[in-house]
């Protein structure tokens, strides 16, 4: 695996722990926060940087099962890469 599909792999599980961790473990407020910033820095990439990493995401999407795999096949758009 090249370290450009390791970092989009990184991306897909630290949104996965946002979004999947219950409350009694991590804020909602603080997991929502979390995600704004990191899809305001994402949103920084060029447009060519931001489509290959909405590429790569549903590509790897298929690594994960049920509802883990739909969050992260809508993760382009949910980051506002698309």
Partial sequence: MN????LIKIIADF???LEFTSEEQLDADTAVEMMEQMAA???LL???DRQDIAIDLLAIS????GDKS???KELPES???I
Avoid: P, R
């Fill in 3 to 6: 370290s450009h599909i390791k």
């Fill in 62 to 65: 298929a690594e994960y099962t």
């Fill in 15 to 17: 949104s996965i722990f």
């Fill in 70 to 72: 739909e969050f992260v």
């Fill in 79 to 81: 980051l506002g890469l």
């Fill in 41 to 43: 820095e994402l949103q």
């Fill in 46 to 48: 060029d447009a060519e």
